[in-house]
């Protein structure tokens, strides 16, 4: 008889279709509605969901005039630059482009990737 130790961990589960229903929203071409969405994705990922699936879609988000969904997704993009480092350079590059002030100032030093010697 398995133990309650050994089940898998539901409270990081998705419930089915939950992915889907934040990219759509992500993608929504309503600024409050996707300000919603990366909030719900940032809150997914602080209880240990991963939703490094929806990488592109929250960097994408950044191409807006609106600074606090700007902030918001550049928390997401410091969470998951670690585990993928490649996407996290196009993204800073969205960054300058943009002219995000936080990212476009930073010295290359200050977004190092944890304690893997990968800077950007």
Known sequence: MPSVRNAPDLEHAHRPG???ELREELNNPKMEKKK??????????????DVSMLFTDVVNCIQTPNIELKKLVYLYLINYAKSQPDLAILAVNTFVKVRFPLIAAAPPQSLVCGDSAYAW
Request: aromatic share 0%; glycine share 6%.
């Open 36 to 49: 919603d969405a990366v909030k719900k994705v940032i809150a997914a990922m602080t209880v240990g969901k």
């Open 18 to 20: 939950e992915i889907h």
